[in-house]
């Protein structure tokens, strides 16, 4: 197995935005076409990651022991602590999911692999580990119902357009003193612009515009199959411009991030498989 | 002839309430009374998430095939005491019997690459 050097991000703090996202799809894009090879990620000096993009990290490992290759992640200080707490580092040692795992300072909210159709367990990791939190207990009873039907809203989005059996990642984190919660669910499915260029006869041909598009309140649901509707993610993203946040996408290779202004869009370093959602929000 | 009480948690097997497929199952199940005028009581007692997508497909559905004043007059939904429930069911309800609102927010293609 060929060892590669490793690779060290180039900036010293990764967060839930465009940048973030660009920074990490440096390091997949290195990894691309590669079979039964090593590859490190080292985060050892980095001062900050967002917790929650250790949904986005998984996601890479998953694809690239699929190659057979080998992922080693360096981490140090804060941000080894920060991914010990939410189950990264279990992950990682090839244990999803792992019971033990537990935050005692209850900021972060655990990474969970979630197969197509476990809607119990989504839900229950939704009430127990995200909403049975120190940082939520400000929050109001509808306002709580609210989140869990927008991120329940989001998970059901993201199988309706993934069309895949492979699983889905997700992982949170909360800023109790910001008042501000982070989240990410990926996915290793079609993206969005498969079923989007199908739905408009060929006229959306970019990721980026089908990213767009679905913000708009269009949907590809098949609706004299399941019934009128659709539309989730321009509300989800009205409810996060109400809260001063915003609502990322990644598709392929493109992302655009919808907050309280104009939707702001850009090019990675090389299309991720599938589809990310980011909900970042604030004034909780 | 009796009303008929059906559980959505026993029609789809789960008290989750989320999938266009389970709510697809909800709307199969209704939709055999309603289409021969039998009265239904939908009881979501026991459900622990629903969401807008489950909403459409089974209570949206009913409104588009049978119209309002045929499911008004035979589905009676019960046991949702949850705020944002009762507002995505209402939606539902509006995208089901309402096009024009069904339609809005299908936004104009141009606006992409104005």
Redesign the interface.
């Known amino acids: 197995m060929s060892f590669n050097p490793a690779y060290i991000p180039t900036t010293t703090s990764i967060e839930t935005n465009g940048i973030g996202f660009r920074e990490l799809s440096k390091f997949y894009a290195k990894t691309l076409e590669k079979t039964g090879e090593t590859f490190e990620l080292d985060l050892s000096k980095m001062h900050h990651i967002d917790a929650n993009l250790a949904s986005v990290l998984a996601a890479i490992k998953y694809r690239l022991e699929q190659r057979r290759c080998k992922l080693i992640f360096r981490l140090a200080g804060a941000t080894f602590y920060t991914f010990k707490r939410n189950g990264f580092i279990s992950y990682s040692n090839g244990k999803p999911n792992d019971p033990s795992v537990a935050d005692e300072r209850e900021s972060t909210i655990p990474l969970r692999v979630f197969r197509p ?1 476990e ?2 367990p ?2 229950q990791y ?2 127990k580990d995200f909403f049975g939190h120190r940082g939520t207990t400000s929050l109001t009873k ?1 306002e709580v ?2 989140l ?2 927008h991120f ?2 989001i ?3 993201v ?2 357009h993934a069309n895949t059996t492979e699983p889905i990642f997700a992982c949170g984190q909360f800023f109790p003193s910001k008042h501000e919660l982070k989240f990410t669910l990926v996915d290793l499915g079609d993206g969005f612009l498969k079923k989007v260029h199908e739905k ?1 006869g060929g ?2 041909s970019s990721e980026a ?1 089908a990213i ?2 679905a913000l ?4 590809t ?1 098949d ?1 004299a ?8 993610l ?1 509300s989800i993203r009205e409810y996060c411009k109400q809260n001063n946040g915003s609502i990322l996408i990644v598709s392929g290779a493109d992302y655009c991030n919808a907050g309280a202004g104009p939707v702001e869009s850009g090019k990675l370093a090389c299309a991720f498989s599938g589809s990310m959602v980011s909900l970042v929000l604030r004034n909780l | 002839m009796n009303m008929v009480r059906l559980l959505v948690k026993d029609i789809i097997s ?3 309430a ?3 497929t ?3 199952k909800a ?1 199969n199940a209704v939709q055999k009374y309603v289409s021969s005028g039998q009265e239904v009581i939908l009881s979501f007692a026991g459900i ?6 489950f ?7 009913l409104y ?1 095939q049978f119209g309002e004043k045929h499911v008004d007059s035979l589905v009676k939904v019960t046991d949702v005491d ?4 009762q507002e ?1 069911i209402r939606t ?1 309800k509006i ?2 019997v309402d096009e024009k609102f ?1 339609n ?4 104009n ?1 141009s ?3 104005a």
């Open positions: 159709d809607d119990e989504f839900t939704l009430k509808t119902d609210r869990i039907n329940s809203e998970y059901q989005n199988f309706m408009t006229q959306i515009s767009q598009w708009l309140g269009n949907t649901r609706i199959k399941f019934g009128p509707g659709g539309g989730v321009k | 789960s008290t989750v989320i999938s266009n389970a709510g697809l709307f622990e998430n629903l969401t807008s997508a909403c459409n497909a089974v209570i949206g559905k588009m949850n705020e944002v429930w995505k539902a995208l089901g069904r809005a927010d299908q936004e293609l606006q992409l690459f």
